[in-house]
């Protein structure tokens, strides 16, 4: 009986660590910051009996991993990205797209030495930091002008 329960969880630990690599896998190799239901349907095409649940839950193992970062939404859904390194985010108030935004080596070192300071001042330990830019991305602002 032990036996066979051992077995069933191990089975299920495959099965899971499976469907969180394919997970991994479609973040990494995309750039449009999907949200967990936006993968799900993406997923579901190549994996017909993976479930909504399993894609929260493995969202929140990578996220907890640090294979992935989460996005706070806000308003909206949170979104999901697969590129760890260290950027802030744009989001487009518009067409609700979200960019990646990558600042030369010494800008972001000028950025640390800020959040140093901070936790300095503060009297904190700052352990992670999201930062999303909202305005209007260009094609948006194009399309404006285009109306007037």
Excluded at 40 to 64: C, F, S, V
Aim: include cysteine; charge should be positive; glycine fraction near 4%.
């Amino acid at each position: 009986m032990i036996i066979v329960i051992i077995i069933e969880r191990v089975k299920a630990m495959q099965k899971y660590s499976k469907q969180r690599e394919m997970i991994l896998k479609s973040l990494k190799n995309r750039e449009d910051h999907p949200t967990a239901e936006k993968l799900y349907l993406d997923l579901k095409k190549e994996m017909p009996e993976i479930g909504i649940a399993t894609i929260y839950r493995n969202l929140q193992i990578l996220t907890e991993q640090n294979e992935i970062l989460k996005i706070n939404g806000g308003k909206e859904s949170d979104r999901f990205d697969g590129n760890t390194k260290k950027h802030f985010h744009f989001v487009c108030e518009k067409c609700k797209n979200l960019y990646d935004v990558f600042l030369e080596d010494d800008k972001m070192e000028q950025w640390e030495k800020w959040l140093e300071n901070i936790a300095k001042n503060t009297i904190a330990d700052i352990q992670t930091t999201n930062i999303t830019i909202n305005g209007t991305c260009k094609n948006c602002k194009k399309k404006e002008e285009e109306i007037k």
